[in-house]
């Protein structure tokens, strides 16, 4: 059972830190194509906040009076980084389901 | 011709400073600066404080800018384009009640604990994903 919970805590862990970097690349990219100052700075500052989406939903909100003009080319890679954060979101859901199930019905 | 270059030509025509112009409709002057270079783009409320104060008409300030409307629709149509993020906090608020609601009686199963972690854990990671989706 113990190497189970130590695979689900490692798939948990995975999908947790891919999420942030994929959040980071996102927001990045996104206050980049805005022409916003310091895109690396609300990328970190979006991967924070008190809840977990505290300084993403801040930076959403700030954001709106500055229009996007990404390329095509920007926009392909940043749909694609999208599609990577469900994944990694996937893996987390997976790695904390699992270690519910295993914290409730095994013996740990 | 774009809304940033109409703009400036209309405050050049009006013999205005962007001091002026920020001053009257309360903004600062680098915002008058940003809308002129378009960094970014005025609110519908600021539009229409500008054609009054310029003397030039909406229709003239708007059309054949599609960045703007796509600006407009975006930052006004809040409801349609929020439709499953509305949804998928209305599913969390709903769930927490459910749990509070119930929770003597989840506490008392296994199964039930478990299917209470499983819907909170899906509940809240489609929020999130709905809100990266926004990004």
Known sequence: MIVFAVILVFILLMGAFTLMYQVFKLVTMDAESRGLKHPKFWGVFSMGGNNGVGGLLLYLIGRKKY??????????????????????????????????????FGNI | MEIGAKLK???????????????????????ISNWENEKSYPDIVSVIKLSDLYNISLDQLLKGDEKMIEHLEESTNTIISNRKLIFAIAANIFLIILFILFNGFII????????????GVISTSILFYQIIKKI
């Open chain 1, 67 to 104: 229009v996007s003009n990404m390329s095509d080319a920007n926009k392909e890679i940043f749909n694609s980084r999208k599609r990577r954060a469900g994944i990694s979101l996937c893996f987390f859901v997976f790695g904390a389901i699992g270690l519910f199930a295993i914290m409730i």
């Open chain 2, 108 to 119: 008392k199963n296994n199964y039930l604990i478990m299917l209470s972690s499983m819907l």
């Open chain 2, 9 to 31: 030509e209309a405050r050049m025509t009006k013999g205005l400073t962007q001091e002026s112009v920020a001053e009257e409709i309360k903004v600062s002057r680098q915002t």
